[in-house]
C-alpha cells in the first residue's frame, strides 16, 4: 500500500501507513516552524498537509521539549479545542498531543480521532480516558514519566537498554485497558541534554530496528522524523525510516510527502 493516505477517514480504521504532519499552537519549542497562532492559520496549515497527502494532523499546545514550561490544564485545553473543533467540521483527522485525561475526554468529544500520548501511561484516570474514547493511540517510549525529566537520562541504560521493554509495558498497559488502535512510536522525536551529534547516532540505530520493533510489539511503528535546520537532513531521516519499513512518520515538512511519492509510487520527471 502507498504511504500517503487522504486525511478525513475514519481513525478508528487506521490505514495500514500514514504521514501525521505537526503543527504547534504555541511556540514553546525551541526550533518551531509549522506554527499555527490562530484558528485561521491553523486551518491553512492544516490543509497543506491534506493537499500533500497527509493522514492526519497532530496538534500540541504542551510542547514535550524539556526547556518548555508547563501549561495548566485550562490553559491547554484552551489552546487545543478550537482547532480540534475547527479542524473536524472540515473533514481532518484530528490528532492531539496530551499527558491528560480531560484534555483527552473534551478533545475526543470536540473531534479528535487520535490521541499522540506524551506522558501519563502510568495515571490510570488517562488509561482510562483512552479507552473510553474509543480513539486511536500513539504510545511512546519515554525513560521517566515524563519527556520533561530527562536531566539524568542516559542514552545507553535508560534509551538503547530500555526502549523495546518500555513500549512492550506500554502497549501491555492499553491493550488491558481495552484500547486496541495502537501505534508505538519509538520517542527519538524526544529532546535530550546531550550533543545532538552523539543522539543522531542513536536515532539512526533506532530507526534501523524498526521492523524487530514491530514484529516484538505486533504492532505498526511510527517514526518521529526530526526536524534540523538543513532540509537534506530531513530528508535523510525520512528516507531511511522508509527503508526500514516504518509504518507511520510524523514530520514538520510537507515536502517529506514527495519523498514518500518517489520511494514508494515513483514520480514524473
Known amino acids: 500500500m502507498a504511504l ?23 511556540t514553546e519549542k525551541p526550533g518551531t516552524l509549522r506554527y499555527a497562532g490562530s484558528v485561521d492559520d491553523a486551518r491553512r496549515l492544516a490543509e497543506e498537509y491534506r493537499e500533500a497527502g497527509f493522514y492526519s494532523v497532530d496538534l500540541g499546545a504542551q510542547s514535550s521539549h524539556y526547556a518548555s514550561r508547563g501549561l495548566g490544564e485550562a490553559e491547554e485545553l484552551q489552546v487545543l479545542l478550537p482547532v480540534v473543533e ?5 473533514g481532518h483527522t484530528v490528532c492531539v498531543e496530551t499527558a491528560r485525561a480531560a484534555v483527552i475526554e ?3 468529544q470536540a473531534g479528535a480521532r ?23 493511540v500513539i504510545t511512546a517510549f519515554t525513560p521517566r514519566d515524563s519527556p520533561h525529566q530527562v536531566q539524568d537520562v542516559s542514552l545507553d541504560e535508560d534509551l538503547r537498554e530500555r526502549l523495546s521493554q518500555g513500549l512492550a509495558d506500554n502497549m501491555d498497559t492499553l491493550r488491558a485497558a481495552g484500547v486496541r488502535s495502537i501505534i508505538a512510536d519509538a520517542g527519538i522525536g524526544f ?3 546531550v550533543p545532538y551529534k552523539e543522539f543522531s547516532q542513536y536515532q539512526v540505530e533506532t530507526i534501523r530496528r524498526t521492523p524487530r520493533l514491530a ?7 511510527l517514526v518521529a522524523v526530526p526536524r534540523l535546520r538543513n532540509l537534506w537532513t530531513t530528508a535523510a531521516f525520512a528516507t531511511l525510516a522508509l527503508e526500514f519499513d516504518a509504518h507511520f512518520l510524523r ?5 517529506v510527502a514527495s519523498i514518500v511519492q518517489l520511494l514508494t509510487e515513483g514520480v514524473d520527471e
Open 251 to 255: 514530520c514538520h515538512d510537507p515536502e
Open 191 to 193: 529532546s535530550y541534554p
Open 106 to 108: 473534551q478533545c475526543t
Open 215 to 221: 514484529e516484538a510489539l505486533g504492532a505498526p511503528v
Open 4 to 26: 500517503l493516505t487522504p486525511a478525513g477517514g475514519d481513525a478508528h480504521e487506521l490505514p495500514a501507513r500514514g504521514l501525521f504532519g505537526v503543527l504547534n499552537l504555541l
Open 86 to 90: 475547527a479542524l473536524a467540521r472540515e
Open 114 to 136: 487520535v490521541v499522540n500520548l506524551t506522558g501519563g501511561i502510568g495515571d490510570p484516570d488517562v488509561v482510562s480516558a483512552l479507552a473510553r474514547s474509543g480513539c486511536s
